[in-house]
């Protein structure tokens, strides 16, 4: 039905809708739709969602970026 690439946008979506969506939980934390939803965990086990960072060509030596990119990559590497 729609594909938006924002997931804190989700919830306010589905309140006006009869839709449903998959979020990560932590989206839903201090929503202000909460109480029109219904929400429930999916049934299904499964591989943890695989992440990716993205950036611009422009942003690719620079030192500031390179760093930050290596922390994310040794927090996220555990």
């Given at each position: ?9 989700v919830?306010?979506?589905?309140a ?9 939980a ?17 049934p ?27 922390q ?7």
């Open positions: 039905m729609l594909t938006i690439n924002q997931f804190t946008l919830p306010k979506l589905i006006k809708s009869d839709s449903i969506a998959a979020i990560p932590r989206i839903l934390q201090k929503n202000l739709y909460l109480e029109q939803l219904h929400i429930v965990e999916l299904i086990g499964g591989a943890p969602p695989e992440l990716q960072m993205i950036w611009t060509e422009q942003k690719q030596r620079d030192p500031a970026h390179e760093w930050l990119r290596s994310l990559s040794e927090i996220f590497k555990h």
